[in-house]
Each structure stands twice: as structure tokens, then as C-alpha cells.
């Protein structure tokens, strides 16, 4: 499979606007030869609003209008498309991936962790468990942006059988470690192709950073962009590379099996609930 990162500005509160420059995209993306194109965190909506009273009009149902949309074009073109929202459900607003094909939903992501900025100060945290979804014989798995700051997601995704984890993000200042450091960690630690794909741009005086990484499952970055500009990243993922767990660097001397190493009877500390207070909450 060949997957394409869109690196890219959005509007906030344009949803509309929004839509039809992911679906310019799209089209590039597959005249690119992707089969999943990944758009940012909130790529429908923006994220900097200042309160859940003037963001709850932008939510909507999963599925929802844009699914609908989305779908049309993914019939039209073939392939899939990971993309950001926020996603209503009866009184509560989520910060939200959607992954559509030809024949629709294929599933929904709702973000886990929440950091106390932008929309995340109002959202619900993600009350579902962690989910691989198949799409042409790759096994996807789906984190939002503060996700990836744990290593917890992205070894769930791993153990239901992930062979490519995506994370859309709006990274603002403060988030060069991540970009430049987590996302070849936790591809790494995991034997896993990770794909990054931040926004670029300005909204309501934030700038976000860019720097989008694709990293293979040896933690090697095989795309990335630059902090301003807005690109396609493209990168093929090999499955037989992310399922092969066992390295062997020099045959009866130097292997290791990340997944078959672990030790989770001393893990208990890690899954023990807490009572710290989050930011903000």
C-alpha cells in the first residue's frame, strides 16, 4: 500500500471550505498512486475554539454529512481516507477520526488523552477501546495528536495487530520533541509503520508546526516535512516488515522480539488507576 499524509491549512468554523480543498487533496493523493490518504486532527473543523458553545454547531454524527461526502469521492476514485472532526453524540462532543471507503464508514476513533488547549478543553474523553481496521489487506489503527506523547495506544494497536498506526495531530509550539523524536519511538518500540500528519498555519494567533513524519518499523524516518509548508508525504508500507516482530541483526548473537520480550506480569503498576488532577479539569 502506498499512503499519503496531507500537510495542509484549514479554516476554523469552515467546515464547508474545509471539505472541498480535503477533497482537491484527495484526488492529488491518488494521482500519487496513495490507497489511504491521512488528513490532520480537526481537518473538517479547525481546533482553537474558545468554548463547547462555539464549537458544538460544528459537530456532527458519525457518520454524518461528511462521511457521506467523503464516500462519494472515495467511490469515485477508489481508496480510503482518515480524516480529523468533532463528533457529536447525543449531549457530548469528541475530538473524532473518521476512516471511509467505497462502501462508507469503515470506523470511527475517539481521542483517548486530552491536553488542556484548543477544543480538547471542552471535548469528552474517548470512551472506546482501541480498534484495527483492515483496509486492502493493512491493518490500521487510528490515535489522535496527545496520543502520541503515550506508549500505551500504540502497544494496544500493536497487540490487536496494527501494521500501520496514524496519528492526525495539531501540534503547536512545544511539540517539536514529539515530532521529532515520539513518532520514531513509538514505531520503533512497536515494529510498526507510524505516519504523523500535522497542519501548518495560523489559527486564532497559534501557529501549528508541521514537521509530518512517516516512520518504517525500524524507527527510521522515511518522510517528513518542513515546519510551514503544505505537501503531500507519501510513503509504501511493506506488511511482511511490520509482522516480522523477530529481528535478527546476527543470527545466534544479536535478536530481539519487542512483542515476545515483554514482561506484562511485571506491568501491573502501569494499568493501576490514579487520582492525580489533569490541567484544566
Known sequence: MRIAGVQMDFRLGEPATNLDRMMER??????GGATLTIFPECALTGY???SIEEARPFAEPIPGDSVLRMTEVCQELGGHVVYGLLE??????????????PNGLVGSYRKTHLPFLGVDM??????????????????VGMCICYDGGFPEPARCLTLLGADLIVLPTNWPPGAESAAEYAINTRAMENTVYYAAVNRVGTERSVPFIGRSRICDPLGKTIAVADPTEEVILYADIDV??????????????????????????LYGEIVKPHFLKRPGR
Open 240 to 265: 511482511a516488515r511490520s509482522r516480522n516482530k523477530h529481528l535478527i541483526r546476527k543470527a545466534g548473537v544479536n535478536e530481539v522480539n519487542r512483542i515476545a520480550d515483554r514482561r506484562p506480569e
Open 88 to 101: 457529536a453524540d447525543g449531549e457530548r462532543v469528541y475530538n473524532a477520526l473518521a476512516l471511509v471507503g
Open 48 to 50: 482553537c475554539f474558545g
Open 122 to 139: 471542552f471535548t469528552d474523553y474517548g470512551d472506546r477501546p482501541f480498534q484495527v481496521h483492515d483496509v486492502d489487506g493493512v491493518q
Open 26 to 31: 484527495v484526488r492529488e493523493a491518488r494521482r
